[in-house]
């Protein structure tokens, strides 16, 4: 994989590009530092009517993703000699209009600014995981539609493709406003294990590809139930990966990071 390519990253590929975008970020805040403050003053005026607020960056999130979309569809990727930097062409907009809605969501601030605990947006949490649900079903209609109503499987009509991207984009956009108004709701809820995971959260994230990689590999040959399989390679995987992050935080330079 090293020598002849392609190296895999796993989950972890996206870092590669965060740590792109948050050099572009600071460079932004060495030479503009009032750009950012502005930007969260935008965000923060646009939320304070919700549904107006959603619209906009609903409209803006399908514009980022369908013309790369229809233009090198979703299995291309950009993938820089043999190393494990790749970005997937049909989102290289996508990533970017996320990364830039957060900062300024980011500068609103999330204790006083429109994603507030006690906020209209996080009141009405169940209305934004209903609509990225919708959105989903949508996907999965188009799905069911590309695999079973489609005479050319591979290549789909124009009409599907686009009904497709903008059921994706949509749900993108959905899901951004339903995952942080959850965790903003359910913030102080009294859930042992997962206050016991938090801690070692992100270095789980970085280390859990290598088990849950040959965990697969382990379980893939026996003939057991497909549940029993699940519980292995998904018990295995997160004890494995939160032990191993749990040991590395002990390293204080490490621990500073994950």
């Known amino acids: ?80 000699g043999h190393f494990p930097l790749p970005l997937q062409a049909s989102r290289v907009l996508l990533y970017p209009t996320f990364f830039v809605a957060g900062i300024a969501i980011g500068a609103a601030g999330l ?72 965790f903003q709701r359910w913030a102080k809820a009294p859930l042992a294990l997962m206050d016991r995971v938090q801690p070692s959260a992100y270095g789980i994230y970085l280390l859990h590809f290598l088990p849950l990689l040959w965990l697969q590999y382990l379980v893939y040959d026996p003939a057991w139930p497909a549940a029993v399989k699940f519980a292995i390679v998904l018990i295995g995987t997160l004890s494995v990966s939160w032990l191993a992050a749990a040991l590395l935080r002990r390293v204080p330079l490490v621990a500073r990071i994950i």
């Not at 989950?11 to 792109?20: M, Y």
């Not at 923060?44 to 229809?70: E, K, Q, S």
């Open 111 to 182: 204790r006083a600014g429109p994603f507030a605990a006690d906020g209209a947006l996080v009141r009405r949490w169940w209305i934004w995981f209903g609509l990225s649900y919708s959105c989903y079903g949508a996907i999965l209609l188009l799905a069911y539609a590309h695999h079973n109503w489609i005479a050319d499987f591979d290549s789909p009509p124009l009409w599907w493709r686009t009904a497709y991207g903008m059921a994706v984009a949509s749900f993108c956009a959905a899901m951004a406003f339903a995952v942080p108004t959850f």
């Open 1 to 80: 994989m090293i020598s002849e390519g392609p190296w895999p990253s796993g989950s972890a590929w996206f870092l590669g590009v965060l740590l792109g975008f948050d050099m572009l970020a600071a460079l932004v805040c060495v030479l503009a530092p009032q750009a950012i403050g502005a930007l969260g003053r935008w965000a923060g005026t646009l939320l304070h009517y919700p549904l107006t607020g959603f619209l906009i960056f609903l409209v803006i999130a399908n514009l980022a993703y369908l013309p790369p979309h229809l233009g090198f569809g979703d299995g291309f990727w950009f993938m820089p």
